[in-house]
C-alpha cells in the first residue's frame, strides 16, 4: 500500500465549476502539506503549503488539511481552461523529504 | 519565484553514451534534490544533498550518480545510458520543507 494515495483521474469539469482534489494518506508523522500544479512537460510548481491541520486560502484556491482522517483536499473555485494540469499533493513529517501522490489530471472545458 | 535551471530540457542519445544533466539554483538552498517521473506516474526520489559534499541515494534504485562541489550546481551523471532510462529527471532545491523544482531534462535513450 502506498503511504499517500491520490485518484488520477481524469477529471474532466465545465469552465466555472469548483473542483475538489483529494489525497489520504497512511503515515500520522507527516506534518506538512502541499499542493503543487505540473503542466505538461513542465516542472511542478508549488501551489499551497500548509503545516498541520486547517484550511488556507489562496485566491480560487484554499487547502484543507484534517490530520484525523488522513485526509487533505485542494479545492479549486470558478475553474478556468488555464487551470486544466496534473496536480500532485506531497507531505512529509520534516525530514526534508518529500512523498508524492500520483498526481490528479484536470481538465477545465470552456 | 524559485530560480532553478536545469540543461538540456530535451536529450537524444545513443545507448553506451555517458550524459551529464545540469542543474543549478541561485537561492542558495543547502538541500537539492533529483527526481524521476515516468509519464502519468508519481515522482521517484532518486538522490539528494543536505550541503556541499554530502549526496545520498533516494528511495528509488538509480544507476546514476551525482556531485555537490558548489552550493549552487547539483549536477547528475549516467555513465553508460540505456534505453531503461529514458525518462523525465527533475531537480528540486528548497528551503525548509518546500521544495521548488526546474523545468525538468526529458531524456530519450535509443
Known amino acids: 500500500q502506498k503511504e499517500v494515495e491520490q485518484d488520477p483521474g481524469p477529471l474532466s469539469v465545465p469552465e466555472g465549476a469548483i473542483v475538489s482534489l483529494n489525497c489520504t494518506y497512511s503515515n500520522s508523522a507527516f506534518q506538512y502539506f502541499m499542493w503543487y500544479r505540473q503542466y505538461s512537460r513542465k516542472g511542478p510548481e508549488l501551489l499551497m503549503y500548509t503545516y498541520s491541520s486547517g484550511n488556507k486560502e489562496d485566491g480560487r484556491f484554499t487547502a484543507q488539511v484534517d490530520k484525523s482522517s488522513k485526509y487533505i483536499s485542494l479545492f479549486i473555485r470558478d475553474s478556468q481552461p488555464s487551470d486544466s494540469a496534473t496536480y500532485l499533493c506531497?507531505?512529509?513529517?520534516?525530514?526534508?523529504?518529500?512523498?508524492f501522490g500520483q498526481g490528479t489530471t484536470l481538465q477545465v472545458k470552456p | 519565484e524559485a530560480d532553478i535551471y536545469q540543461t538540456p530540457r530535451y536529450l537524444v542519445i545513443g545507448t553506451g553514451k555517458k550524459i551529464t544533466l545540469e542543474c543549478s539554483q541561485t537561492m542558495g538552498h543547502d538541500k537539492m534534490y533529483w527526481y524521476q517521473q515516468d509519464p502519468g506516474m508519481e515522482l521517484h526520489l532518486i538522490h539528494y544533498?543536505?550541503?556541499?559534499?554530502?549526496?545520498e541515494k533516494g528511495d528509488l534504485s538509480s544507476e546514476s550518480t551525482v556531485s555537490r562541489i558548489r552550493t549552487e550546481h547539483f549536477p547528475l551523471t549516467l555513465e553508460s545510458a540505456r534505453p531503461s532510462h529514458t525518462s523525465q529527471y527533475l531537480c528540486?532545491?528548497?528551503?525548509?520543507?518546500?521544495?521548488?523544482f526546474g523545468p525538468g531534462t526529458r531524456l530519450l535513450v535509443l
Open positions: 528540486a532545491s528548497s528551503i525548509g520543507e518546500t521544495q521548488y
Open positions: 506531497a507531505m512529509t513529517p520534516g525530514t526534508g523529504k518529500l512523498i
Open positions: 544533498s543536505y550541503g556541499v559534499n554530502s549526496t
